[in-house]
């Protein structure tokens, strides 16, 4: 299940455990917090991110899963965007190989990037924290 480590105006994070139940959770989460911002249910923004996080989720329960440790999710807003941020607890980067046009996986990464306006990979200490950003159409909640 899910543990809200911290919201507010801006932030927002939650932990989850590392099981393929938490993309849903996850997504969801994202979903509600959004809202809660007052970005509208329908908007595409909303949309996309929703689907960033049950992206990068799933790659950290197929790929980088550490026993002990959580996945975490984080959402930072300002004016007109928000960094989805999602936190495994390896260090290293998975190697791209090429894809076979038949192959059923393996484009998360590249549906990712296709709907953010820029991604990227960080690390922090002993965790990997890959990020995407959205921009926002429309009028948000006041940031305080």
Known sequence: MNHIVSADQQ???AAYEVEVAS??????????????WGWGPDSPAV????????????NVVLHAAVPGKNVVVRLHRTEGCCRIEVLDGRPDLMPQTALLPREE????????????????????????????????????????
């Open 11 to 13: 932030d927002w994070t």
């Open 105 to 144: 996986g393996g484009r998360g990464l590249l549906l990712v990037r296709s709907l953010s306006a820029a991604m990227g990979v960080e690390r922090s200490g002993g965790d990997k924290i890959v990020w995407a950003e959205v921009h926002h159409q429309g009028q948000l909640g006041a940031v305080a």
């Open 47 to 58: 949309d996309d991110l929703a689907m960033i996080a049950s992206e990068l989720v799933t």
């Open 23 to 36: 993309v849903k959770h996850a997504r969801r989460g994202v979903r509600d917090q959004l809202c809660e």
